[in-house]
C-alpha cells in the first residue's frame, strides 16, 4: 500500500514540475495583459491618435518580424530615364519628397550643407543615390543610400530611412573616415531638434539619459550612436519602439 502511495505521489510531483511553467506563463501573460491594459489607455492612446508617426512605427516593427526577408524596389536617381514612365512618375516623387524633408533636417540643425557636401545658398535638392521602397503595400518605408566616395582614403556614405505615409525621416546614418567629435550638450542638442522635425515635442515626458530621449507615454526612444570602428566613424541618429510587451493586443491607430 505504501508503495502505491509513493507511486501516486512520484507521479503528481512529476506532474507538477511539468505544469509549473506552464502556470507560470499563464501567470506571466496574465500580468503582461493587466500591464497592457495600462500601456494601452489614457495618455498613450492620445498620443498614438495624434502622431499616427508612432503607430506606423509600431506597425513596421512588427510586419517586421514576420518576415524574413522583405523584398525591396531599388531605383539608381542617376539612371532616371532607363526606367519606364511609371517608375519615373514614382522615383520623382519620392525624390522630391526626400529633397523636402532633408531640407528640414538642415533647417532644424540636425544634419549640415558642410556634411552634405552642398552649398549653403540654395535649399537641398537630392541628385545622386539609391532609393529602395519595399514592395509590399502595408509596409510603407523608403530607403536612401547615398555613396560619396567610396575605396578612398575619405570614404563616406549616408543613409536615410523615411516613413512613406507621414514623410518623415526617422533615421540618419553617416559613415566616414573623417571624424567628428560631439559633446553631451551638443547630443542632447542634436537629438531635441529632432525631436522638434519629428512633431513630437509636445509629448510632455520626454527624459534624457545615456541612451537619448525617451518617451514612457509614446513608448519611443531618439538615440544617437557613434562608434569608430577601423578607424571609419559611422554616426546613427534613430527613432525606435521603447517598449511594448503585448503586441498582439495593442491597438494601434491608423487611418
Known sequence: ???????????LLIGLCF??????????????????????GG?????????PLISYLYQYDYIMEDYDEIVQESYNI????????????????????YSQEIQK???????????????????????????????????GQY????????????DKFIDFNMDGKTHKITSISLTQN?????????????LWNMIKYLELDDIDDWNYNQEGYESYQAKLRISFYNEIIDQQQNIRINTSILYLPSPKRFHIFVE
Open 105 to 139: 533636417l538642415i533647417q532644424n540643425k540636425i544634419i549640415s550643407h558642410d556634411i552634405l557636401e552642398t552649398s549653403t545658398k540654395k535649399d537641398y535638392q537630392l541628385t545622386f543615390g539609391t532609393i529602395k521602397k519595399n514592395k509590399k503595400e502595408n509596409i
Open 43 to 51: 495618455k498613450t492612446q492620445e498620443i498614438l491618435k495624434k502622431h
Open 143 to 154: 530607403f536612401l543610400e547615398q555613396i560619396y566616395r567610396l575605396n578612398s582614403d575619405n
Open 178 to 190: 573623417h571624424h567628428l567629435d560631439f559633446n553631451q550638450k551638443e547630443i542632447k542638442e542634436l
Open 19 to 40: 505544469c509549473l511553467p506552464i502556470v507560470s506563463f499563464i501567470i506571466q501573460d496574465y500580468t503582461n495583459h493587466n500591464r497592457v491594459g495600462e500601456i494601452d
Open 78 to 97: 542617376k539612371k532616371y530615364y532607363s526606367y519606364s514612365k511609371e517608375k519615373q512618375k514614382d522615383l520623382k516623387k519620392i525624390q522630391t519628397i
Open 1 to 11: 500500500m505504501n508503495k502505491i502511495k509513493m507511486r501516486i505521489i512520484g507521479i
